[in-house]
């Protein structure tokens, strides 16, 4: 068994070179506005733990009324050290930032991220300590054995342990009614894994096959390592514990289905399964307990979603402060992207990097000076901040979902788009035209003859293709008529208000584009929710995402494969058919398809060499069959445009905009402070 206390292992196939970042930057390196990926350290060194604690003023006050135990007694055994990334921080303030709406969860829950078993280092390529303390696998790779810290308690006071793992995965992923499809992280050599209670503090996972990958996926934003937070929101029941004794009085195994009955019909629900989601929702339940630096007090649903501070949060820094130093995060309805940028401008956030448009980057460095904040880009690694995800099990329309279904309908959509023009007019001509893979100095990377690989604008090739599929008829305007009615054929491009304010935009330049080679198409802007659900169902024809956090294929493969019943964005029946085993969903009928999905699962009993080279076959067949229609990446423009106040200290130079290292939580924001 070999020990891994705070991790020195690197991220499988995902080493990413400090001498490296400035060749990543390109162009954006000469404005002086990337700095160097930094992050403060965390000590596990015992002999340098603080012995003497202090706490925050507005729980000191909570201790002398008798409400709250002293800060002692309120930390584990094994807490975690944080020394701050310049200076040690001062208690108080408020962290001002903005979000969207009710679909918004994401922006809240990546601030909760200290819920996470594992996280990552600045980086994003080294394991580094988060819930848990420590984690060892055996030699045939068949046995993680995850440590907890002693002593931990959750946001109410009741300790953690490793019950709560156990009633997670017994009582939640193992109910059917919760959990529909299983996860595939959960699996190995095509057999479920299980979790065992070893002692109070640890807590094994136990395989048939070997799966050498799982600490990865357990410090990933995977259906297992993505926290509660993360996992237990928008009707989800992942991750891999959860509030036992909070919990199991929602509970049919705990609680008779007469109470149950009666609690979700006095809380306006129609059975027990859907009370225990709404109380397993962080984003709606101020009365779940969590374990994070900040706990909710006012949900998202209203003008203003506001976290406050837990009082049992596991780390303090080198003087043996509790942390967080701030207070609250508020954060303050927008009715889009476009008001958050706004906002932004007027110096109304601390720290804001989602929705901030890097289109908007010369009025944002104009203002700076007068509304007194910085401006930092921090460029992806990622292969396209913008992606048309074709359906490919879309069956509203026969004639549609077969043409999606076809590799060469997309390859000529593909083929149809003037990257270089989107890449002038949304990315000020500082991102990377071309297809999904991720950057070349990440050595999952199949290499750089594939980034054009059916992705320049070949408009003669693309009608090519069109015409050898049988669309060789046409209106009088010059569009393709459709091959079973005579109509013309109509595509239609879901956008979702989300994260990219030009999205819509965008879609809308593709358009004009596929023009030239007689495609008509349509642009459906909708809100996020409702484009995720459309998604779930199948009931896109394609949609504008990005697959920011793929670059690390294997901790979050959801935008290169259809493999995560949870984000269906190409095709939700083949991501349910992997998951579940075949039992539930639809197979593919693509040979390249089914080839993919052998070595994604044959990758988690490999080792690191082969293992990376498993990734590169997977990014070579999603390239070759458009699976994902990459526009323009490798750029700031996805979370990497962050507007920070004058006032806020311990902020990061840069930091990794990668889905796994979870933006904004990457910098450590329970270790930042306002200074006076």
């Not at 601030?111 to 600045?122: L, V």
């Not at 303390?133 to 308690?153: A, C, I, N, P, Q």
């Not at 294997?554 to 039992?583: C, I, K, Q």
């Amino acid at each position: 068994m070999k020990r891994r206390e705070f991790g020195a292992t690197l991220l499988a196939g995902t080493t990413i070179a400090h001498a490296a970042l400035a060749q990543s930057a390109g162009q954006i390196r000469e404005s002086g506005l990337v700095g160097e990926l930094e992050g403060p350290t965390l000590i596990d060194d015992p002999a340098r733990r603080p012995t003497q604690f202090k706490e925050a003023p507005m729980l000191a006050e909570q201790v002398r009324a008798g409400r709250l135990p002293p800060v002692e007694q309120r930390l584990p055994q094994d807490i975690m050290v944080v020394q701050p990334l310049r200076s040690v921080g001062k208690y108080g303030g408020t962290w001002r930032r903005g979000f969207i709406g009710p679909s918004d969860s994401e922006n809240g829950n990546r601030i909760m991220s200290a819920d996470k078993p594992f996280f990552f280092d600045k980086t994003g390529t080294e394991i580094a300590p988060c819930l848990c303390r420590g984690y060892e696998v055996s030699d045939d790779g068949k046995r993680t054995t995850v440590f907890l810290r002693r002593g931990m308690r959750w946001s109410d006071g009741t300790p953690h342990t490793a019950d709560d793992w156990v009633f997670w995965f017994e009582d939640m992923y193992g109910n059917r009614d919760l959990v529909a499809a299983p996860a595939a992280e959960m699996f190995a050599g095509g057999k479920p894994g299980r979790v065992e209670k070893v002692d109070d503090h640890t807590v094994a996972f136990v395989f048939e096959a070997p799966n050498f990958l799982f600490p990865f996926l357990l410090a990933g934003d995977t259906l297992v390592g993505g926290g509660q937070t993360r996992q237990q929101s928008d009707g989800r029941a992942y991750s891999v514990y959860a509030p036992k004794h909070y919990l199991s009085r929602f509970h049919p195994k705990y609680t008779s289905a007469e109470t149950l009955a009666t609690q979700a019909r006095e809380a306006g629900f129609g059975n027990w399964v859907q009370l225990f989601r709404a109380r397993s929702d962080w984003r709606l339940n101020r009365d779940l307990p969590t374990m994070c630096a900040w706990r909710m007090t006012q949900p998202i649903t209203g003008q203003q979603w506001v976290l406050e501070r837990n009082p049992y949060y596991y780390a303090v820094d080198t003087e043996g402060q509790q942390l967080p130093y701030i207070d609250r995060v508020l954060m303050t309805l927008a009715e889009n992207p476009e008001v958050v940028n706004l906002r932004a401008v007027a110096g109304d956030y601390d720290y804001q990097e989602r929705f901030i448009d890097l289109g908007k980057l010369p009025i944002l460095l104009e203002n700076r000076g007068r509304s007194r904040y910085r401006v930092h880009l921090d460029p992806g690694f990622n292969g396209s901040d913008s992606v048309l995800f074709p359906n490919l099990t879309y069956t509203e329309d026969r004639e549609i979902g077969a043409l999606l279904a076809d590799a060469r309908f997309r390859r000529a959509m593909s083929l149809g788009i003037d990257r270089e023009q989107l890449n002038e007019a949304f990315w000020l001509g500082l991102g990377t035209p071309g297809s999904v893979i991720p950057d070349r100095i990440i050595p999952e990377s199949p290499g750089e003859e594939w980034r054009a690989k059916w992705s320049t604008h070949d408009p003669r090739q693309a009608n090519a293709l069109l015409d050898a599929i049988g669309l060789t008829r046409k209106d009088r305007e010059g569009y393709r008529l459709r091959r079973d009615n005579g109509q013309r054929l109509r595509i239609e491009i879901a956008v979702a208000q989300t994260l990219s304010p030009t999205w819509p935009q965008q879609a809308e330049m593709i358009v004009q584009h596929w023009r030239q080679i007689g495609l008509a198409g349509d642009v459906k802007v909708m809100e996020r929710g409702l484009a995720i659900t459309r998604a779930l169902n199948d009931q896109n024809q394609i949609l504008m995402w990005t697959n920011n956090g793929t670059e690390s294929l294997y901790l979050y493969p959801r935008y290169a494969l259809p493999v995560d019943p949870t984000a269906g964005v190409m095709g939700n029946a083949h991501a349910l058919w992997f998951a579940s085993n075949g039992e539930r969903g639809t197979a593919p009928t693509e040979p390249e398809m089914l080839r993919a999905f052998e070595l994604m699962r044959a990758a988690a009993g490999q080792r690191q060499e082969q293992r990376t080279q498993t990734a590169q076959e997977i990014w070579k067949l999603a390239v070759e069959q458009q699976w994902g229609i990459g526009l323009v990446g490798l750029s700031p423009a996805f979370m990497g445009v962050r507007v920070v106040s004058e006032r806020l200290e311990n902020v990061p130079a840069r930091t990794g905009v990668s889905q796994h290292i979870r933006t904004p939580w990457g910098g450590h924001p329970e270790q930042w402070y306002f200074k006076t």
